[in-house]
């Protein structure tokens, strides 16, 4: 079992940046890759950026150029830094852990509200 915790969500003006962190514990060593997905009210969740082991990330065409994800050295914590960010970007966020076996984990979701 995976256990992930999120924070540094909140409320920012259109065009501010923030930064997100998850933290992983538990069997992390058995996680294969992290991310970020949102899921804005009325929609489904949606990939925003994920980074496996080896170190390559994926972004979704919405925010690439803007978003940054990150993994920390000991591979159990990863952040999403975010610029430029629009009203488009609302949504909760959550954290995901994909292990080996393709089994999903999520951290709760923080909110991340763009104001315009």
């Known amino acids: 079992q995976v256990q992930l915790v999120e924070s540094g969500g909140g409320l920012v003006q259109a065009g501010g940046s923030l930064r997100l962190s998850c933290a992983a514990s538990?069997?992390?060593?058995?996680?294969?890759?992290m991310g970020w997905y949102r899921q804005a009210p009325g929609k489904q969740r949606e990939l925003v950026a994920t980074v496996a082991n080896s170190g390559s990330t994926n972004y979704a065409d919405s925010v690439k150029g803007r978003f940054t994800i990150s993994r920390a050295n000991a591979k159990n914590s990863v952040y999403l830094q975010m610029i430029s960010l629009k009203p488009e970007d609302t949504a909760v966020y959550y954290c995901?852990?994909?292990?080996?076996?393709?089994?999903?984990?999520w951290g709760q979701g923080t909110q991340v509200t763009v104001s315009s």
């Open positions: 995901n852990a994909a292990d080996w076996l393709k089994q999903d984990y």
């Open positions: 538990g069997s992390i060593f058995s996680i294969a890759a």
